[in-house]
């Protein structure tokens, strides 16, 4: 069976930062930025060149799998926090995204509330809100 692989892969925002995935942009998409991710595992790459972390060339699978976990990491801590709170607008002020807002924080707030704002759409397609 053939098995796909890359030497040297640009991934672009799939930077494997310690801040995790963002996917603040109105037009990103929850459910094609993890298919991304999972793709590139597939590729498996010898090297992922990012825009933000740079070169990576060291446990490149494992890395990806985690950046992705974060994605469900989030949505476990959103579903903490609606057994609380009923009202999605709570879960802004829970800064489950950023643990702090850097200058300008307005526009972090808006980058917060439209991440969150996937992650409620996500979970509403998975059954798991209303």
């Known amino acids: 069976m053939f098995e796909p692989q890359a030497n040297i892969l640009f991934s672009g925002d799939i930077d494997l930062s310690p801040f995790g995935p963002w996917y603040g942009n109105v037009c990103s998409d929850l459910e ?9 595992i597939d590729l498996n790459p010898k090297v992922l060149v990012t825009s933000h972390a740079g070169i990576i060339s060291d446990h490149i699978p494992e890395r990806l799998k985690r950046y992705s976990e974060m994605i469900d990491l989030r949505d476990e801590q959103i579903l903490k926090h609606l057994q609380d709170s009923k009202e999605a607008a709570d879960l802004l002020g829970k800064k489950i ?6 200058e300008p924080q307005k526009a972090y707030r ?3 509330q439209t991440m969150l704002e996937k992650h409620l759409q996500h979970l509403a397609k998975q059954g798991k809100i209303i």
Not at 32 to 40: G, P
Not at 97 to 102: E, G, K, L, S, T
């Open 97 to 102: 995204i950023f643990n702090r807002y850097p």
């Open 32 to 40: 094609e930025f993890v298919a991304s991710i999972n793709r590139i």
């Open 110 to 112: 808006f980058f917060e």
